[in-house]
């Protein structure tokens, strides 16, 4: 009996073998045979895809029936649009890259430039297969490795933006105890609180430090003077308690 599950396919014609039968006597037969081993059906859907519009994104998922897991897809780079000048160009640029993100942008795609599969490029990049599929689409727009690189940003929105320059400018040059408070001296807390119920808007302390430091301001904490009493000044005192 032969028996085995095959592990890789061997089409038409397949693999000649032979079967040897001896008896007691010494006497034997043989046969030859050929096993051909095919691979299970596997089929790729959907059958049609939808048309694609210009400068418009575009995603098509795709799926099998049939086969062992694991599965995986791939697209040869010239059906991608890729081209021979591709390649060369984002070695190129992968070389002289310092920022990060880029350096992984580019790196995937050049790695789909090579032919790898996408799904295997998206488990070395370590990021989703929707990344790399946008990435691509930005890349072979123009085939300009700038398209890869982070557009500029405008940062993060301005908190309480009625505290200007000029307003805390004006409140730095006023006496905290003439304010009510019981203090000569401003701290950055303190300044923080005055400024946020006098504009009606909340800025912590943090972010009132950061902006004064923009403007050239710098915090430095209070200095206490030792001073020694002189013994021949005359000393008030309170009414001593009975022992």
Not at 9 to 17: C, E, I, L, M, R
Not at 100 to 113: P, S
Not at 184 to 201: F, G, I, K, N
Not at 233 to 238: D, E, L, S, V, W
């Amino acid at each position: 009996m032969l028996s085995g599950a095959p592990i890789t396919a061997n089409p038409f014609p397949g693999d000649p073998f032979s079967i040897t039968a001896t008896n007691a006597n010494g006497c034997f037969g043989v046969n030859t045979y050929l096993l051909r081993v095919d691979c299970q059906t596997i089929t790729v859907n959907p059958g049609f895809i939808s048309w694609a519009r210009v400068a418009t994104p575009y995603l098509q998922a795709f799926k099998q029936t049939g086969g062992i897991e694991p599965v995986t897809f791939s697209v040869s780079a010239s059906e991608l649009g890729f081209n021979r000048y591709d390649a060369p160009r984002l070695k190129r640029a992968l070389r002289k890259v310092d920022d990060k993100r880029t350096f992984q942008r580019i790196q995937a795609v050049l790695l789909v430039a090579q032919g790898r599969a996408i799904t295997e490029v998206s488990e070395i990049v370590c990021v989703s297969l929707q990344a790399v599929y946008n990435w691509l689409r930005r890349y072979l727009y123009r085939h300009q490795v700038a398209a890869l690189e982070d557009a500029p940003r405008s940062g993060r929105p301005l908190i309480a933006k009625q505290i200007t320059k000029a307003r805390i400018l004006r409140e730095l040059r006023r006496n905290p105890l003439r304010l009510g408070y019981p203090t000569t001296v401003w701290t950055v807390e303190l300044l923080a609180h005055r400024l946020s119920e006098l504009y009606q808007c909340t800025i912590s302390s943090d972010t009132l430090r950061r902006r004064m430091k923009q403007i050239g301001l710098r915090c430095k904490r209070p200095r206490y003077f030792y001073e020694e009493k002189d013994p021949h000044r005359a000393q008030k005192k309170g009414p001593l308690s009975a022992s």
